[in-house]
């Protein structure tokens, strides 16, 4: 008879490992606290608007064509190649730049400003690439039974990138790059990370290599939340069932299994084998109630930033700006120094912009546009009162509306705000912080959050909070981990 396995939570982590052990034939049935499927990688419908309400592109493509292939089945959804990437605004410049991958176009942008870009972007992506090869199979992509597996691996790690285990993100890029503006816009891709350059390892420079060389970023046709359709659609043909509005709060076990997970209302979810996809330290914290995750502990803990996000709808077009932007002021290293615990920063707040309309029409209504806002601010750790949430989004919508020379106040017709209160209530994310546990030395690989239980040998846990860490890509990676355990234990 087939083992049956229940997952808490339909987030990308859950969604993917539900699939790939559907088709391995075990009996898979998920809970989730929300009305809808995805986490946050979710959306919104509004007054006739769509919105994408987390991640609005992809890196590491070849891992969900790798997921398709180790699940045998067509990747449910369609995504297309971003060129440029991105484009990046400075308060106190005009010039706009447009990060392509094609280095030449790229090189071009910094004419004038940073002399032989080209030479150095091509050495620094050399070293970014040296790095995430020599670690991608040992480090990222491996399961790790113990500290001293974990040890033992990383001295197979080539020991020629010692030095940049004492660097930051940001005195590595200075290594390379000389002006303000190549130096800020190639650090950029550690707050995707939910850090800032100069709080996040230099390791991670790695990032620099998947976004300009190998592979690039990706969008999805339709919009995002189609990579979670697709798959509960797959998931559906496998005849697995998502529970929705069941929270998991409590438990029943014997000394070395745990028996039921049980929701809000008191039922009993029983399972042979169970998997967390809710936050790997917050369960553990809320449900489990461990020792090592108490709330002193967690408070302890590296947490990445909040995110204050909002989503407006408007009543015209914005042919000037492009699909993926970002708005920076003239202060980055006095602002990305206090960004993670200084609220002050809000007065003068850098932030993102998604046109998603801009691609998918079908998103907004004729002549309209679907907008979504993401700025970083500080979690609820740092700023734990929201009570000014409209006077920060309304000064970013004014300073948006000055840089692209429109005025959008007036064309609004659907707005919705999420704070970190709301990250946090929705997703169950510790003090709303957007991405989990950061990635610091001692936050990642072994010493992350593990994706078995310590002491209920039928438990393991998927997402980005256990290995190997935050970011669509990495659910993916982390399915693969978590099917792996799971599958090994239900052979002994
Ligand atoms: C604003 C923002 C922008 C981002 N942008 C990008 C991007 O551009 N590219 C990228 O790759 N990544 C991005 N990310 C990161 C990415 O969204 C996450 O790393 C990824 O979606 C996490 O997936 P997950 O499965 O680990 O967890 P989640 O998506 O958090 O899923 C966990 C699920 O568990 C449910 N749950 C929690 N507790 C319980 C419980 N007790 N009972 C039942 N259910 C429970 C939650 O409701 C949720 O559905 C972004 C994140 C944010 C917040």
Redesign the pocket.
Known sequence: MSKKVLI???????LATALRLAKKGFEVEI????NQ?????NQIKKDGFTFD???????MSYEFEEFARDCGIQLPFKYYSLDPLYSVHFSDNPKVFHLYKDLDKLAAQFDGIETDFKKKMEKYLKKSGRLFHDTVDLVIKNNFDSYLDYILTLMRVNPIHLPVLFRNFWQQVNQYFDSGEARQIISLVAF?LGRTPFDTMAVYTLLSYTEFKYDGYFNVEGGMYEIVKGFVKELEKENVKINYN????GFTANSQKLETLT?STGRQWKADIFLV???AA??RN??FKRPDFSDQKMAKKSWTMG?L?FYLGIKCKLPQVNHHNYYLGSNYVEYAGNIMQNPGTLEKPYYYVNVVSKHNPECAPEGCESLFF?CPVPNLLFKPDWSDRDAIVNSIIADFSQRIGKNIEREIVSKTIYTPED?ES????YKGS???LSHNMDQIGALRPANFDEKYKNVFY????TLPG??????VI?SKLAAERIVDYSKK
């Open positions: 808490t939570g339909a987030g990308i982590g859950g809970v989730e606290k929300n499927a995805g986490g946050r990688l309400t987390g991640p609005s592109f992809f890196s995707f069941v929270e998991i709060t929701d996809n809710a936050d917050v369960f809320k449900v995110y996000t993401v990250w929705r997703f169950n994310l957007g991405l989990g998927v997402g980005a909070s935050a970011g669509i890509p990495m659910a982390s």
